[in-house]
DNA sequence: TATAATTCCTATATGTTTTATAGGAATTAT
DNA sequence: ATAATTCCTATAAAACATATAGGAATTATA
């Protein structure tokens, strides 16, 4: 399962795609309308800004946005940079693989490994190539709007 | 990610499975074998004991065995059993479904949720129809053996 | 029948991560 | 100046995952 402050994060991102034309929204804003804790809100969005997802106004009328096209926005990008991996073993993870620790026989004649294998590139092959726009419930976000 | 938990279930499950000419295997044994702490195995085994996928023999020269043929045990089982959802997301889960609470809009119409909905089938796709022979090393398991 | 090897069971400890909050500094519009 | 905001670091609280303790019950067999 996702953790809650993968899910805040979706949430926060996919409303602030939705409300495109309002400029700079504030933190208090997303938590009210999404029921996301305000002070952890905060901090995952300053997570976002920093990982380049997101920018920011300080100051009165300031707020969040996005800083490309949902469009350009993966998925995947968020996912991993809020719960890290997509694979469900460390053997078989793209990012942050690991070796298993537990089982004497080699790696690539492993069978638990070569099924968790399969899972991953099951999950990529849905999530690669979404967008937060797929994510979003806009069908109509202009083709260019970056605010 | 799997727990720890999940992985070290899915290892004592493979090599009991294949060393299921050796009668009952001791906790220790397994522990050792496969690099696993042998209280937190116990613990472990005792739940599947539990759920009817291992049976159990105390006293001397006693251990652990399979109940039923590994192709009868399914993987799905023990992920759930050990994990609980496949699912990324409680709204999506066929076996511990939640409803979302964050957004205000009905939940099928969400984008969120259809996306990983899409997700949680690809993995099942994968996953389901998998036994514990799927993920063990032995090719040669007798059609029918039990102990 | 005594002994050793095992599972059984409940409780608890320990550690780690997740979730959430606090509070003040800096920034900005008006 | 004031008010509304982000920024930042620290910390608290809760939940969960991992691991261990220890003794009772069971069983084989010497």
């Given at each position: 399962m996702l953790s809650a402050k993968a899910q805040y994060a979706i949430h926060a991102l996919t409303y602030l795609g939705e409300q495109y034309q309002a400029g700079y929204i504030p933190i208090n804003q997303i938590a009210e309308k999404r029921k996301i804790p305000a002070k952890f809100l905060e901090a995952i969005l300053l997570e976002l800004r920093k990982a380049g997802v997101l920018g920011s106004k300080a100051g009165k009328n300031g707020g969040y946005y996005l800083l490309r096209h949902p469009r350009e926005i993966e998925m995947v990008q968020i996912l991993r940079l809020m719960?890290?991996?997509?694979?469900?073993l460390p053997c078989v993870s793209k990012k942050f693989y690991e070796p298993c620790?537990?089982?004497?026989?080699?790696e690539n004649e492993c069978n638990i490994r070569r099924i968790f294998l399969e899972v991953r590139d099951a999950t990529l092959q849905v999530i690669?190539?979404?967008?937060l726009l797929d994510l979003m419930q806009k069908e109509d976000y202009p083709d260019d709007f970056v605010i």
């Open positions: 719960d890290g991996p997509i694979a469900l620790r537990l089982c004497p026989y080699p690669e190539g979404k967008s």
